[in-house]
Every structure is written in C-alpha cells, then in structure tokens.
C-alpha cells in the first residue's frame, strides 16, 4: 500500500496562490486515482479534487473551480493542488488520497472509504 506525505502548507493572504504537494513511497503510485480532501475547524472533510491515474481525467468541486488544479507526475510518485486567489474559506487541513477505484469515485464517496491518507498540510489564509 502507498504511504503519502504532503507538503506545501503554510500562511498566505488572500488572493495569494500556493502549491501543495504529496509524494507516495513505493511502485503501485501510478495504479491509484488520486486527490485532494479538506478539513476545516469544526466541520466535516470534504472533497477538493482528484485524478485519474494517468492523469487525464480531473474533477473538482464547484467550490474551487476555476482557482485550484489537480496534476500528478507519476515519474515522480508527486500529486499537486496549484490554489490560486485564495479565500479566507479555504483555510483548513488539507489531505492527500489515494484510492483504487477510478478517481469519478472519489467525488461523492465518503471520505471514511477512502484507501490511503496522508498526515494532512495546514493553509490558513489571512485577510
């Protein structure tokens, strides 16, 4: 199974953009759809992005539409989120996942199905 570390977190003010970045340990990195979750204070995860495992096919909330793209290099076992003019509403932990179904899965499964999650990265942005 994939082990996943993200990075990329830290302060920015709004309207700033931010890279993150997850790397996944191991061979099978490339037979996992993958994707993006988020958690604020007090709320529920929820679904930011995925990608399919070849990289082709992208789904994203309307809520980041537009701002934050999904992309992954298998090469480089690397899945990002580019997050651009950043809201103060997109603070929250953000995790990477890795699942084996097709990444369209992913969009409204529940977050406690999913396969694999990293540690999680905090955004907080600042007005």
């Known amino acids: 199974q994939v082990q996943l570390v993200e990075s990329g977190g830290g302060l920015v003010q709004a309207g700033d953009s931010l890279r993150l970045s997850c790397t996944g340990s191991?061979?099978?990195?490339?037979?996992?759809?993958m994707g993006w979750f988020r958690q604020a204070p007090g709320k529920e995860r929820e679904f930011v992005a995925t990608?399919?495992?070849?990289?082709?096919?992208?789904y994203s909330a309307d809520s980041v539409k537009g701002r934050f793209t999904i992309s992954r290099d298998n090469a480089k076992n690397t899945v990002y989120l580019q997050m651009n003019s950043l809201k103060i509403e997109d603070t929250a932990v953000y995790y990477c996942?890795?699942?084996?179904?097709?990444?369209?899965?992913?969009?409204?499964?529940?977050?406690?199905?999913?396969?694999?999650w990293g540690q999680g990265t905090l955004v907080t942005v600042s007005s």
């Open positions: 996942a890795a699942d084996s179904r097709p990444a369209q899965a992913m969009v409204g499964m529940a977050y406690r199905l999913i396969e694999v």
């Open positions: 990608i399919s495992r070849n990289g082709v096919n992208t």
């Open positions: 191991g061979r099978t990195f490339s037979t996992y759809a």
